[in-house]
Nanobody
Framework: QVHFVESGGDSVQAGGSLSLSCTAS????????MAWFRQAPGKEREGVAA???????RYADSVKGRFTFSKDDGENTLYLQMNDLKPEDTAIYYC????????????????????WGQGTQVTVSS
């Protein structure tokens, strides 16, 4: 079973940037179908960005052009670079992985994900 630890959350002003990290306890190739999610107070958990085993990426419309999902297999770490942050980006951000190793399509339904980190808080003030 793989474990994830997120870091990098902080409080910033609108227009600022943050870089979130998610370090896995095992090799990323064992859980190649991964995603970033977020959950704001009183709202459902929503997908932010997802990646497939062949590197295909998908972003939520609300973050497209501002957020970048990347990974470093050598460091077993995922990254989420967030630029031009907005107050509506305020949420707890989670990384997650599916149990399947074959995923042709990036999926952003949280119910399809089994392994989760503990989350890191991002707060954006106006």
């Amino acid at each position: 079973q793989v474990h994830f630890v997120e870091s990098g959350g902080d409080s910033v002003q609108a227009g600022g940037s943050l870089s979130l990290s998610c370090t896995a306890s095992d090799y990323l190739y064992k859980t190649p179908c991964m995603a970033w999610f977020r959950q704001a107070p009183g709202k459902e958990r929503e997908g932010v960005a997802a990646i497939t085993n062949n590197g295909r990426l998908r972003y939520a419309d609300s973050v497209k052009g501002r957020f970048t999902f990347s990974k470093d297999d050598g460091e077993n770490t995922l990254y989420l670079q967030m630029n031009d942050l907005k107050p509506e980006d305020t949420a707890i951000y989670y990384c997650a992985a599916r149990t399947t190793t074959m995923c042709a399509t990036p999926r952003m339904n949280p119910e399809e994900y089994t392994y989760w980190g503990q989350g890191t808080q991002v707060t954006v003030s106006s």
